[in-house]
């Protein structure tokens, strides 16, 4: 993960993208395991999604992080 102070906004980009497919790859597995599953563990079911989340949250951050640094960049020159 990077320190988002020393990254710049091609590097902040990448870690958006790798989060967004974590919380993407965890998304489609838990489908998959509900879907096959006789009974659901709520609370599993619970800090799953919470984990899911989490990624989708610090995806977004950086790719809010990397727009800024885009739109500061254009107003610097």
């Known amino acids: 993960m990077l320190m988002e102070h020393d990254a710049n906004a091609h590097e902040l980009l990448n870690e958006a ?6 919380a993407r790859n965890v998304t489609q597995m838990l489908a998959e395991l509900v879907h ?3 009974g659901v563990d709520c609370a599993r079911l619970s800090m799953t999604l919470e984990a899911i989340g989490a990624m989708t949250h610090r995806g977004i951050r950086c790719a809010a992080e990397a727009r800024g640094r885009m ?5 610097v020159r």
């Open 17 to 22: 993208t790798e989060w967004l497919q974590y």
């Open 36 to 38: 096959e599953s006789d």
């Open 71 to 75: 739109h500061v960049g254009e107003t």
